[in-house]
């Protein structure tokens, strides 16, 4: 299929050029071609650059451009840099160790096409482990963990509930086709939730009424890193906190008196979450701390409130007896 649509696809990397080199060759081997790549890179890398100079003499046809942040600016702010360096109609976004399918700009271009009420377009992905091996036994945890086994393709108009009800983000960023006037009207990426831009954009989006269409297809794949979720556990916590007490702030006028009480009960027990992790990494007085923060101590699950206590408690015992 021929470039008919303006397409931007954004990719930011930092010292991974083995992984890129994929990444790119499944954005410029699509069978609707973008009409530009943006590549942000954190850091100033020559194995990188290779990578992506080799990538524009085999691929004339499209533009790319390659941005190089030196000094890094951290990741959130490489990603919005990445996103906000676009030009055309529609923006996808694609992380470095990922790649997309063959079809993926296709088939979501034409569901926005027959679907001109949605803001964006999310379709299902597998996983791959670090040597790009398939992982089935993880798609189908991932699939049940987070709700997403729940979803057919169709229209979603409430993308805030969707979000803030499951455990992991339905919506996965890396997924998506957006209208960039939907990126624009929420400020494209959020200037808070570091570690979980997932959530933080979602939830903007769904406050702000962007309707979805989601797609029951797998047209891609993340990779998944060894230690990937345990090695950044307290990071991960304290940016979803960040992530929803900014939503409260910025949005409570916009959301209806359900979607508030959700959006009570999930900040309540990501602060126990990020309590225990706390905890778990021997900071007890920011865990104890966060415990006298919480308000609706009833949205609590108590097996987790018990875990935080027996952390608290088994600490203060370990220091009396030295």
């Known amino acids: 299929m021929n470039p008919t649509p303006g397409i931007s696809v954004a990719v930011t990397t930092c ?8 990444c790119l060759q499944s954005i410029c081997t699509q069978t609707l071609l973008p009409t530009e790549i943006i590549v942000s890179e954190d850091g100033a890398d020559s194995e990188t650059r290779q990578v992506i100079e080799q990538c524009a003499q085999e691929h004339r046809h499209i533009t790319i451009v390659h941005i190089v942040n030196d000094p890094p ?23 470095d160790d990922d790649i997309w399918y063959a079809k993926f700009l296709e088939v979501h271009y034409r569901h926005l096409l027959a679907n001109p009420s949605c803001g964006f377009s999310c379709s299902n992905h597998s996983f791959m482990n670090e040597k790009g091996v398939d992982q089935p036994a993880e798609f189908e945890r991932f699939q049940a963990f987070s709700g997403r086994d729940q979803l057919q393709t169709a229209v979603y108009n409430d993308v805030f509930i969707q979000t803030i009800t499951n455990k992991a983000c339905l919506f996965c960023i890396i997924f998506c086709l957006y209208r960039r006037s939907v990126l624009e009207q929420v400020g494209f990426f959020q200037s808070y939730g570091g570690l979980v831009p997932d959530l933080a954009l979602m939830l903007s989006l769904g406050a702000h009424r962007v309707n979805a ?49 959700m959006l009570r009960k999930q900040l309540t027990q990501a602060v126990i979450e990020c309590a225990i992790a706390y905890a ?15 308000r609706g101590v009833s949205a609590i699950p108590l097996k987790r409130l018990v875990v935080l206590l027996a952390l608290l408690m088994g600490a203060r015992k370990r220091s009396r007896a030295v």
Do not use: W
């Not at 010292?15 to 994929?22: F, K, S, V």
């Not at 990494?281 to 923060?293: C, E, F, T, Y």
């Open 213 to 261: 269409v989601y797609i029951d297809r797998i047209l891609g794949s993340s990779r998944m890193h060894g230690g990937q979720q345990s090695n950044k556990r307290l990071e991960n916590s304290i940016s979803k906190v960040e992530a929803l007490q900014e939503i409260r702030t910025r949005h409570k006028t916009m959301l209806t008196g359900k979607e508030q009480k």
């Open 280 to 294: 778990h990494s021997n900071r007890k007085q920011q865990a104890a701390r966060l415990l006298l923060q919480i």
């Open 15 to 22: 010292n991974r050029a083995h992984y890129l080199r994929d």
């Open 73 to 95: 600016l951290g990741q959130l702010a490489n990603r919005q840099q990445a996103i906000t360096s676009t030009s055309c109609e529609y923006v996808a976004m694609l992380d």
